[in-house]
């Protein structure tokens, strides 16, 4: 491959708190002394630099990446290379992008050995490859010859992750990056239970973590969490919910739940919808009438109405006047509407919620992390939503270098496979046999990467610091920086 001018920055500015002879590769990133495993500059030089990247490359011009690579990961990215030129255009679904044995794997005993699971062939081979990329990405940021990843294909199947697993634990892997689905994970655990592994998983299905499951995916708690205790710091303390008739749905109403109870706030209302309804269906505008309680606010107006027109003083014929040009009256009884949907869908329900009367001037609309879409800014029922969400500015950083390397721009759960191979790319550094154990993925310090800070508890669940994100008339715009430590937001 060509060389590349690239500043590694994303591994040269690390501490590892909280682990026994803390690895300082050179600064500490902040009070909080979480690892950063990665956001910066993007690796490569670019023609026209934004002006938070200018200032890096001056002191990178001439910083060429000159020590030698090892030859798994060379060969690795000569694969990587010759797919560059077909990025863009849909994968063969039964091969995978990136060989899955690179060549000249060493058996030297201080080896150490990351497995990864992931769809690479089949339906889902397009996104098991993104998150392969990534995590090839990160391997080179740390040019550890002493670090092995080796990819495995679940095809996507629970059957697919048993038999990867198997491969993966009989080639010595210390540790488990990966699978993708919960069914995949919920398939592999007793086989790394039997082989005291722990997991690192894509998926976001909390009913699979703990007990060496740790979900690196972006899960609906996190961000309700998050979006709940800024709305609270706001002064809002009566929120509704409208959702579909999903698992999904199902999960961000119990988030709401929980962090109501946990804050003191008002779960004023409920309503859920089907998730297979028809657009423009009859069913989803009733939907809107009833969460908006029109039909008893257009009742209160009518009566208003009736009683004005008895009376004849000129304040009365005002009010009349001004009346008349409405259909309701009295605000809705929540201050904040959370909508757990996205897409069309959630394009198709926020002018119809407008059109009953929840003003988005009056009432906080609030969304999930499926808000996370340019595309909604045109809808102007949408513009000044909340969100909660990965900071953009790293987010940006992500998939800037990401393209620079592969030629295209992958989707934003890419940026997981990099977070979590950094992550154990940096404890196999470590000294001792227990690199991977529970007391170290369990730091209370914990670590932070492109998608932000992130710690696992117990339950395996990652706490995460998220920002607060707005939907504009034009673009995305951050409302709050995501924290860099976890102290308590609320005290």
């Known amino acids: 491959m060509q060389a590349i001018k690239t500043d590694i920055s994303p591994f040269s500015r690390i501490r590892l708190a909280g682990l026994a002879g803390s690895l300082i590769l050179a600064l500490s990133l902040s009070a909080c002394q979480t690892p950063n495993l990665g956001g910066n500059t993007p690796a490569a030089k670019t023609d026209t630099p934004t002006p938070s990247e200018s200032n890096t490359q001056k002191q990178s011009e001439t910083s060429v990446l000159a020590a030698p690579r090892p030859s798994e990961k060379e060969a690795a990215e000569k694969l990587l290379q010759q797919r560059q030129a077909d990025a863009d255009t849909a994968p063969v679904l039964n091969q995978p992008a990136i060989s899955l044995r690179p060549p000249s794997f060493s058996e030297d005993e201080q080896t150490v050995r990351m497995a990864i699971l992931l769809p690479l062939t089949g339906p889902h081979a397009r996104i098991g490859n993104d998150l392969l990329r990534a995590a090839y990405m990160a391997l080179f940021d740390h040019n550890n010859k002493k670090l092995h990843l080796l990819p495995y294909d679940t095809a996507g199947t629970p059957e697919g992750a048993k038999k990867a697993a198997l491969e993966a634990t009989g080639e010595g892997a210390e540790i488990i990056l990966g699978p993708l689905f919960s069914t995949s994970v919920q398939a592999i655990r007793l086989i790394a239970e039997a082989n005291n592994l722990n997991i690192l998983a894509f998926s976001t299905d909390t009913s699979v973590a703990g007990n060496g499951v740790y979900l690196m995916g972006m899960t609906a708690g996190q961000q309700v969490d998050r979006i709940m205790n800024y709305s609270y710091r706001q002064g809002l303390a009566r929120f509704a919910v409208l959702a579909p008739q999903t698992p999904y749905g199902d999960t961000v109403i119990n988030d709401v739940r929980q962090a109501s109870a946990r804050l003191g706030l008002e779960l004023d209302r409920v309503m859920r919808y089907p998730a297979d309804l028809a657009p423009g269906s009859e069913e ?9 309680n029109y039909d008893a606010r257009n009742w209160q107006l009518k009566q208003e109405i009736k009683r004005l027109k008895e009376k004849s003083d000129a304040a009365s014929k005002a009010r009349l006047k001004q009346l008349s040009k409405r259909d309701t009256l009295g605000p809705v009884s929540f201050d ?5 949907e996205g897409g069309q869908r959630l394009r198709e ?8 009367d929840i003003d988005p001037t009056e009432v906080q609309f609030i969304g999930t992390g499926l ?7 045109t ?12 900071g953009p500015e790293k987010t940006r950083q992500f998939l800037e270098r990401f393209n620079t390397l592969y030629n295209y721009v992958p989707p934003r759960i ?3 496979a990099y977070d979590a191979t950094a992550l154990t790319g940096l404890l196999a550094l470590e000294e001792g046999e227990n690199k991977f154990s529970r007391d170290i993925l369990e730091s209370r310090d914990g670590f932070s990467g492109y998608n932000g800070i992130f710690r696992f508890p117990i ?3 990652a706490e995460r610091g998220l920002s607060v994100m707005q939907v504009g008339q034009q673009d995305l715009e951050l409302l709050e920086e995501a924290p860099e430590s976890f102290d308590a937001l609320i005290n």
Do not use: M, N
């Not at 329900?349 to 009953?356: G, H, K, N, Q, R």
């Not at 809808?379 to 990965?390: C, D, Q, R, S, Y």
């Open 459 to 461: 339950s395996g669940i």
């Open 284 to 292: 989803l505008q009733q939907v809107a009438k009833d969460i908006a």
């Open 379 to 390: 809808e102007p029922a949408l513009v000044g939503g909340w969100f909660a969400a990965p």
């Open 336 to 340: 904040a509407l959370i909508i757990p």
């Open 414 to 416: 890419a940026s997981l």
């Open 349 to 356: 329900l926020a002018p119809l919620l407008s059109y009953y």
């Open 371 to 377: 808000w996370a879409d340019r595309s909604l800014t």
